[in-house]
């Protein structure tokens, strides 16, 4: 069973910076394709970057360009996203999630498990 376990979140000041980790176990990861999510109140879940395991290939939401990065750390197993620059516009609840296979996507179906969700918050 593949768990994603998130972490890292909080309340910061716009213009401040956060990183969030996702841990991943139960399975090995090097044919996954990873994706940070994230979901404002009365919005739908949206992409936010996507990383390809096997050769750190990304992809990121417009809106984060230039301020967000995602990595991963194969020993440990994790996903980072560092964000700097936060906006409150940024503030949601950020989730990890897995895909199988090489394919990058953006759509949230095409996502095989998720994390519970960190919760980000940005104060102007």
């Known amino acids: 069973q593949v768990q994603l376990v998130e972490s890292g979140g909080g309340l910061v000041q716009a213009g401040g910076s956060l990183r969030l980790s996702c841990a991943a176990s139960?399975?090995?990861?090097?044919?996954?394709?990873m994706g940070w999510f994230r979901q404002a109140p009365g919005k739908e879940r949206e992409v936010v970057a996507t990383?390809?395991?096997?050769?750190?290939?990304?992809y990121y939401a417009d809106f984060v360009k230039g301020r967000f990065t995602i990595s991963r750390d194969n020993a440990k197993n994790t996903v980072y996203l560092q964000m700097n620059s936060l906006k409150p516009e940024d503030t949601a609840v950020y989730y990890c999630?897995?895909?199988?296979?090489?394919?990058?996507?953006?759509?949230?179906?095409?996502?095989?498990?998720w994390g519970q969700g960190t919760q980000v918050t940005v104060s102007s």
């Open positions: 999630a897995a895909k199988f296979g090489h394919t990058m996507s953006v759509l949230t179906a095409r996502y095989d498990y």
């Open positions: 139960g399975r090995t990861f090097s044919r996954t394709v």
């Open positions: 990383i390809r395991w096997s050769d750190s290939n990304t």
